[in-house]
């Protein structure tokens, strides 16, 4: 019967394990809702914002030179920021940003430069052998309270001292709820041709009158929207955690639920063993006293 015992605290405890992991699963569902909207917003912004600049650009003069227009030749050495959670508990969304860096960084990401956004960022770096100039630990849930001006502050001083010739954000991109893709985009040197977007904003731009000077204005806008590119990347991030989280709390629901009916098939078997192991003994005792 102690066997028998072991099988229901074992049920019993799975039963906890899975109330858990589905109450997890409802939070993530929940947070994710808030976290695509935000994220929805922040490629609305960050497209607005563009295409402002992008109305600047076409106003500039040919021969017009800016820090973060700077463009090398031959091997570029690369300032990485790399984004990832504050927590575990979301199946491969924390290691396969790791993984992107080792896969697309020369040495397989050893020795890499790196800012590092979030707890797993900040430890996945020190395991892999990171270089890590800054990490943002401990971070606030909501994205937009992240340090984020502080972030591209630190990596626009560090291009602009021509340390780097690239300046590359690591991130994953929100597709769906079950699809979340690891990218890395070039924040900078940036590229007046890559500024202009192709959706028509060279055509809205002659309809566009400029009060003060575009050389001003551009260097105005640039380091907003360098913050802007870093957040919407926090944000795409976030909501790419809550949905990696979400889908694994319900596979770990149902990896629970089918634990929980195999344990008790077996402890079927078990206690229809045990009684009928009692039953013999007990028949071959009343044959003995006949």
Known sequence: MAGLKEIRRRISS????????????????????????????????????????????????????????????????????????????????????????????????????????????????????????????????????????????????????????????????????????VTSEVLFPLSAENLVSKDGDAAAAAHTRFDAPVADMFATLIPLYISARIREAALESKASEHAARMTAMDSASKNASDLIDRLRLFYNRARQSAITTELIHNNGGAEAVK
């Open 14 to 181: 799975v039963k906890n394990t899975k109330q858990i992991t589905r109450a997890m699963k409802l939070v993530s569902a929940a947070k994710l809702r808030r976290a695509q909207d935000a994220a929805i917003s922040g490629r609305m912004f960050g497209s607005r914002l563009k295409s402002i600049i992008a109305s600047v650009v076409q106003e500039l003069p040919e021969n017009f030179e800016h820090a973060l227009l700077r463009k090398t030749e031959g091997t570029k050495r690369r300032l990485l920021i790399v984004i990832a959670g504050e927590r575990g508990l979301c199946g491969a969304y924390n290691t396969n940003i790791v993984k992107a860096v080792a896969a697309s960084e020369p040495q397989g990401g050893v020795g890499a430069n790196v800012i590092a956004v979030g707890r797993r960022a900040v430890s996945g770096g020190r395991r892999s052998q990171w270089n890590i100039l800054s990490g943002h630990e401990s971070l606030p849930e909501d994205p937009s309270k992240w340090p984020v001006d502080a972030i591209a502050k630190e990596a626009v001083e560090e291009f602009m001292a021509e340390k780097y010739d690239e300046v590359v954000v690591y991130y994953t991109k929100f597709v769906s709820a079950m699809t979340q893709q």
